[in-house]
């Protein structure tokens, strides 16, 4: 079974920093792109940032503050934040668009359930 499971999620005060992890598990044969949304109460899913061959994007709300990088040995996605702001408080989902290892090896998007972060004033 192929999923996705974010961690690293918590409170903290505006400012402070936070780790987010993302690892796929399963028959996977490859990675292409991944990436990290958020929903914040009341509002729609927006995506954050995303990384793909080496190359990262970021929301213009985040550039500047967070950092996505992957490690492929450990078909892990991070996401550093750093000067956390209230309005960063959201849940944060995980996404990716894996190759799965049975032939013939289709890409499928998969979602995390996601990761609560709590920026407080």
């Known amino acids: 079974q192929v999923q996705l499971v974010e961690s690293g999620g918590g409170l903290v005060q505006a400012g402070g920093s936070l780790r987010l992890s993302c690892v796929a598990s399963?028959?996977?044969?490859?990675?292409?792109?991944m990436g990290w949304y958020r929903q914040a109460p009341g509002k729609q899913r927006e995506w954050v940032a995303g990384?793909?061959?080496?190359?990262?994007n970021y929301a213009d709300s985040v550039k500047g503050r967070f950092t996505i990088s992957r490690d492929n040995t450990k078909n892990t996605v991070y996401l550093q934040m750093n000067s956390l702001k209230p309005e960063d408080t959201a849940v944060y989902f995980c996404?990716?668009?894996?190759?799965?290892?049975?032939?013939?090896?289709?890409?499928?998007?998969?979602w995390g359930k996601g990761t609560l972060v709590t920026v407080s004033s």
């Open positions: 996404n990716a668009d894996l190759v799965l290892t049975a032939w013939p090896r289709n890409v499928r998007n998969y």
């Open positions: 399963g028959s996977i044969f490859s990675i292409n792109a």
């Open positions: 990384i793909s061959s080496g190359d990262t």
